[in-house]
């Protein structure tokens, strides 16, 4: 049973361009949260999933930074107009039920040159 | 929310217990204490929660104090994989705040020396 999966692993942006994460949560899972772990700091929420709604995005900046988790497919972390205040570790999590341990992706680490 | 302190980090030698405390003063009756590790570039994986009894599972034990005001989280014999980062983290029902948003702080990193 493969656990959460996020690619790319790494991803290297230029100020100005988009960044696209994605998330695949472990099978059975239709829960899905974003983590952003900055330099020398600890995990902060971002955003919380279930299949094509968001629950709760009040961890998200409103500007620029938007999530998605469709169907069909994976989940999608998407930021517009990357800043260097963007470089970060992104982490993806799944459960199966809001209440239940959370699984986490190895992470995207993102730089913005 | 309810907060957690923990200690900066923490020092152990292989093949040592360790034991980790935690401060939860305001915990709530509805919450659940958790711990998860984050080992050096990895993402974080649970290790164990509990609500007032003390838990065991294959990774750790978990010891929650009467008053529930405080807890410990026991390695029984650390290993050099488990230095990590180790956070303690209060989470309630579903349909309130400290629900599914796991409030990481800054959690106790623990050194494991040969």
């Known amino acids: 049973n493969a656990g959460v999966m996020q690619n790319p692993r790494h991803l290297v942006r230029r100020r100005g361009q988009e960044a696209r994460l994605r998330c695949s949560p472990m099978?059975?899972?239709?829960?899905v949260y974003w983590y952003r772990q900055l330099p020398e700091e600890g995990l902060k929420f971002m955003v919380y999933?279930?299949?094509?709604?968001?629950?709760?995005e009040s961890g998200m900046p409103k500007e620029r930074f938007s999530a998605e988790f469709p169907k069909e497919g994976p989940s999608i972390l998407r930021i517009q107009q990357v800043v260097r205040g963007d470089s970060a570790a992104y982490f993806c999590?799944?459960?199966?039920?809001?209440?239940?341990?959370?699984?986490f992706g190895p992470g995207t680490r993102l730089t913005v040159l | 929310d309810a907060k957690t302190t923990q200690p900066n980090s923490m020092e152990s030698n292989e093949e040592e217990p360790v034991h980790l405390p935690c401060n939860h003063s305001?915990?709530?009756?509805?919450?659940?204490i958790h711990w998860y590790r984050q080992l050096p570039s990895q993402g974080p994986e649970y290790v164990i929660h509990?609500?007032?009894s003390n838990v065991n599972n294959r990774m750790a034990s978990l010891a929650i104090a009467e008053d529930r005001k405080s807890s410990t989280l026991i390695l029984h014999r650390a290993t050099l994989r488990d230095a990590a980062v180790y956070y303690c983290i209060l989470r309630g029902l579903g349909n309130s705040n400290s629900g599914y948003a796991l409030n990481f702080g800054k959690g106790t990193s623990l050194l494991v020396t040969p």
């Open positions: 999933l279930q299949k094509e709604n968001i629950i709760d």
């Open positions: 099978k059975g899972h239709s829960h």
């Open positions: 509990g609500l007032t």
């Open positions: 305001t915990i709530s009756g509805t919450d659940y």
């Open positions: 999590a799944s459960s199966d039920h809001q209440d239940n341990e959370q699984f």
